[in-house]
């Protein structure tokens, strides 16, 4: 073979096989980039087999996909007087002054009748562990059956307004009509907003109501589900607008709620000045207590800082704990040498509070506040500083002290994944 023909045939594979790493290039480049980040969550999150294409739209035609729908359960009285409750998702508020609410009825429903009779209704807002009622109330009819009675719930009469309340659901708005409209197959009623009727269970300090205590029932797409997990304050994520396109991907979703809060723990050191309940403090204490402990010997005790000036005090003078002069409270573990008897030479006092305090930490997140663990123990000069600040008994040893509040939003978690950690066996 001559030596031309042996360098175009060379030149000739070398030519294919740069088109080849060409068009392979320009494929990948038309794909999302896969981070380290993203790779690593892979294992800890569900995946879809789905190949949709973001943004790319099917026509449905005429549905009611706006998610989420409210599930609230509507009071009324009957000609009667005889309680009755209905559930309705097509429903919400429809004015700010005066403060109005429309809902939205079929004629063949019982309570039709009554809220055009009497011009009044509740309506009452359940929580997650009420779905069986609302349930119920949506799929029998108060021709039929007296849903109370069935239910097992009481209804209470409104002094406001002609419409009974039920005592159980955390939330009830009375509300009196003011107008409503023919819509073509529902009435919409527009009830003015009288009273609304909280637990106090779930109000913060500010008698404001606590969303994740409250922990609305929604409806979508023919099912009832949770309120999702506590996001962000309105107009606190704009600084995040970068101007740079959104891809969404919706097969990356964590498996489950725990998964989350676990890979969405930060340690926070930016605190608003929004105050911290003590029905909070108390969530996070029942989730250390909740903790895995040695012999069950729950070696520990917690606690609770409020004052601002001691806050102040502690944050003065231990060395990373200098955020305590913003956080709202703090919880400090302390093992119980007492309670640790004579394993306490052996450090499981150490070992239990450790578990107590990670699950604060880990409670924090999943309510909505933020919290960082800053160490006291092993360290003499730091100890020393609590047991002072806080006059603790001697049997008492400070592990560590938990400054509580809401986050700023600076903080964020940290991706700690590293394969090379791993050792197979």
Known sequence: ????????????AAVLVLVIQLTNKSDSSNKPVSTSSDTTMNAQRATSDSTAVPFKKKSLGVRSEVYPKPALVIGSYDKAGKPNIMTAAWAGICNSDPLSIAVSMRPATYSYGNVTETRSFTVNIPSAELAKYVD??????????????????????????????VKEFPIAIECEVTAFHDLGSHRQFIGKVIDVKVDEAILNADDRVDVNLLNPLIYGGGNYYETGPFLARVGESLNEIDGKPFVPDYSQKYENKALEVIHNRKSVRHFTDQPVSKKQIETLLRAGMAAPTAANRQPWVFYVVTQRETLDALGQQLPYAKMLHQAQSA??????????????????????????????????????????WTASYPYDDRTKVVIKELDLPEKHV????IPIGYPTGEDVPKDKWKPENIFWK
């Open 1 to 12: 073979m001559k030596k031309s023909k042996v360098l175009n045939i060379i030149l000739a």
């Open 136 to 165: 119920y109330a949506g799929r029998f009819s108060g021709k039929d059956v007296n849903k109370f009675a069935e239910t097992g719930l009481t209804p209470v009469k409104s002094e406001l307004v002609n419409a009974p309340y």
């Open 331 to 372: 919880i400090v573990v302390c093992g119980d040498m007492d309670k640790a008897g004579n394993l306490k030479d052996k450090g499981y006092w150490v070992q239990d509070c450790s578990a107590a305090s990670e699950n604060i930490l880990l409670a924090a997140e999943s309510i909505g506040l933020g919290a960082v």
């Open 398 to 401: 400070p592990l560590n002290v």
